[in-house]
Each structure stands twice: as structure tokens, then as C-alpha cells.
């Protein structure tokens, strides 16, 4: 899961069926990795869906010492 936020609407087209997940624009929250993934490839994430993993959160030079 990815903590997301969209800055406009998407809908995520589940492969392989009809179905159709709708995201409005503004929403955050936790998002499957897939939908995420899409979301960012159409531009539809105000920031990155990845996790605060390896120091992102102090510039990407890996962990806080």
C-alpha cells in the first residue's frame, strides 16, 4: 500500500474485469501499489506514492544518524 494524494481525478480500470476504482481530486489516503503506480504514470499524484523509505524524508541521503 501507498500513502497518496490526488491532485485531480482518476479511475483506476482493474486488468481483466469492468470494474472501475474512482479517486476524487483532494482525497489522501493508502492506495494499492498498482493504483498508485498508474496514478503516477497519468500525473494524477500531488506527490510521490512511495513510502518514507531510506532517508526520503531527510533529502534521500539515506537514514537519520
Do not use: C, I, Q
Not at 26 to 42: D, L, M
Amino acid at each position: 500500500m501507498a500513502s497518496v494524494t490526488f491532485s485531480r481525478a482518476f479511475d483506476y480500470k482493474v486488468p481483466g474485469k469492468t470494474a472501475v476504482v474512482a479517486y476524487r481530486a483532494g482525497w489522501s489516503g493508502k492506495v494499492p501499489a498498482a493504483h498508485a503506480e498508474a496514478a503516477r504514470a497519468a500525473g494524477a499524484l500531488e506527490r510521490p506514492a512511495k513510502a518514507a523509505k531510506n532517508g526520503a524524508d531527510n533529502g534521500g541521503s539515506g537514514p537519520a544518524e
